[in-house]
């Protein structure tokens, strides 16, 4: 075997938790696979693994390996894709990261036809709430409302949109509309929670002059679907992102609440570990985001792509 086949192998048969199911994934043997296995750990001098118990346990210079093969195996993949590239063609396998409300509610249909319009490509979504910083070492790029906490990361805007209140004509015809911002202490008022902590300080602006209203209501959620289902079914007033509710807007479903005060902006951010090239698959997956964003914009403080 050449070293990359050698490679491939062993992070196949780590991934797969140990040769059995290796052999599966690589349509082998397991005998096959173990006597590549055995003649890759004679070259390196060394063993690579505990096979001698029912649980498959790599040795410290089996985890080195490991990393370092799965780093060379990455940058293999991406030379070929973008030279393949240079005919026009994006190839290779995309990994991206994100939360699991937007992830769901929007990456994961961006991907799908992302893939369709791109046959050469394979996608993967990682989806998490807590930690997504740390699953940029195994994605491409991680899309997140705000800044990295790690300075050290590479961030580039992406899109920027605005939170709208809003609540469902049915909740407007029992409550009432509120008319300015300091209206909404005496409503329903449906809050989201981000890492067990409400998040019930809405902020307005109107010229120069701030709001800071702390609502109150009888249903949180840490899902922003959640929220928005509650909304729609006349539960409460709820502060959306505007390119969530903007069909709900334009249907009528959902009516935006004081309009003559800002509210605040969330940027998207695609944040990349320092120091890796940028393969064209990545560059034409964000220009895919911009592309599927843009239609929503209304005016440069609205809505929209920031290029």
């Given at each position: 075997m050449d070293a990359i086949s050698e490679f491939a192998l062993f992070r196949t048969i780590v991934e797969e938790g140990g040769?059995?199911?290796?052999?599966?994934?690589?349509?082998?043997?397991?005998?096959?696979?173990?006597?590549?296995?055995?003649a890759l750990e004679a070259k390196l001098g060394v063993r690579l693994a505990d096979r001698s118990s029912r649980r498959f346990r790599l040795t410290d210079e089996g985890l080195l390996l490991y990393e370092r093969s799965r780093v060379i195996l990455e940058q293999v993949r991406d030379v070929e894709a973008e030279v393949a590239s240079l005919g026009g063609v994006a190839r290779g396998l995309l990994?991206?990261?994100?939360?699991?409300?937007?992830g769901r509610r929007h990456l994961a249909p961006l991907l799908s036809s992302f893939v369709a319009q791109h046959p050469g490509v394979e996608a993967h979504l990682v989806l998490s709430d807590i930690g997504l910083e740390n699953e940029i070492?195994?994605?491409?790029?991680?899309?997140?409302?705000?800044?990295?906490?790690?300075?050290?990361?590479?961030?580039?805007?992406?899109?920027?949109?605005?939170q709208v209140v809003c609540a469902a004509p049915s909740y407007l015809e029992r409550f009432g509309t509120p008319m300015e911002p300091a209206d909404l202490v005496s409503h329903r008022c449906l809050r989201l929670a981000?890492?067990?902590?409400?998040?019930?300080?809405?902020?307005?602006?109107?010229?120069?002059?701030?709001?800071?209203?702390?609502?109150?209501?009888?249903?949180?959620?840490?899902?922003?679907?959640v929220l928005r289902d509650w909304a729609l079914s006349g539960q409460g007033i709820s502060w959306e992102a505007r390119w969530d509710v903007s069909a709900d807007l334009d249907d009528g479903r959902?009516?935006?609440?004081?309009?003559?005060?800002?509210?605040?902006?969330?940027?998207?951010?695609?944040?990349?570990?320092?120091?890796?090239?940028?393969p064209p698959r990545i560059r034409l997956f964000?220009?895919?985001?911009?592309?599927?964003f843009g239609p929503l914009r209304k005016d440069p403080g609205k809505d929209g792509l920031s290029q």
């Open positions: 040769i059995s199911a290796a052999a599966l994934r690589l349509e082998s043997s397991p005998a096959a696979v173990s006597r590549r296995l055995s990994r991206v990261g994100a939360s699991a409300d937007f070492d195994h994605c491409d790029l991680v899309l997140r409302f705000g800044l990295p906490n790690d300075e050290g990361m590479v961030a580039r805007k992406v899109a920027t949109t605005r981000r890492r067990h902590r409400l998040i019930d300080m809405w902020r307005f602006r109107r010229d120069d002059e701030v709001f800071e209203i702390q609502v109150t209501g009888v249903l949180s959620s840490g899902d922003g679907t959902l009516v935006e609440l004081l309009p003559d005060y800002q509210s605040a902006e969330m940027d998207l951010y695609a944040v990349f570990a320092p120091g890796r090239p940028i964000l220009d895919h985001v911009s592309r599927a």
